[in-house]
Every structure is written in structure tokens, then in C-alpha cells.
């Protein structure tokens, strides 16, 4: 499985597991746009994963 195959799979898969609160549907969040967001902000190679900050203490040893 490839990273192009993760993102085309992700809206059909994660979209009826993503709930968005009564806030984010006021402000026109939708599950979409919840999910579109978290693939592009993933890192495509698990090097720059292990090099982004945001992840120091999930992948310390």
C-alpha cells in the first residue's frame, strides 16, 4: 500500500468513524473537511515524521 492509496481511502473509511461537535457544524466543520486536514498535515515519509517536533515524546525511546 502506498501513501497515494492511504489518502485516496482515508475520506471512505474515516468518514463515519469522525464526529465534528455542535460548534465545529455551527462554523461549517465538516467530518470532510476534519479528515482532508489530518491527511495533509501527516508527513508522507516516516523520516520527517520522526523529525517533526510535534511528535518528539511520542517516538522518544
Same mark, same amino acid.
Request: proline share 5%; charged share 30%.
Given at each position: 500500500? $502506498?501513501?497515494?492509496? /492511504? *489518502?485516496? %481511502?482515508?475520506?471512505?473509511?474515516?468518514?463515519?468513524?469522525?464526529?465534528?461537535?455542535?460548534?465545529?457544524?455551527?462554523?461549517?466543520?465538516? $467530518?470532510?473537511?476534519? /479528515? *482532508?486536514? %489530518?491527511?495533509?498535515?501527516?508527513?508522507?515519509?516516516?523520516?520527517?515524521?520522526?523529525?517533526?517536533?510535534?511528535?518528539?515524546?511520542?517516538?522518544?525511546?
Amino acid at each position: 500500500m $502506498t501513501t497515494e492509496d /492511504i *489518502k485516496a %481511502l482515508a475520506l471512505p473509511i474515516l468518514r463515519h468513524r469522525i464526529l465534528t461537535n455542535f460548534t465545529a457544524a455551527s462554523e461549517g466543520v465538516t $467530518t470532510d473537511v476534519v /479528515i *482532508k486536514k %489530518l491527511v495533509e498535515e501527516t508527513p508522507e515519509k516516516e523520516g520527517a515524521l520522526l523529525g517533526d517536533p510535534r511528535f518528539q515524546k511520542m517516538f522518544a525511546s
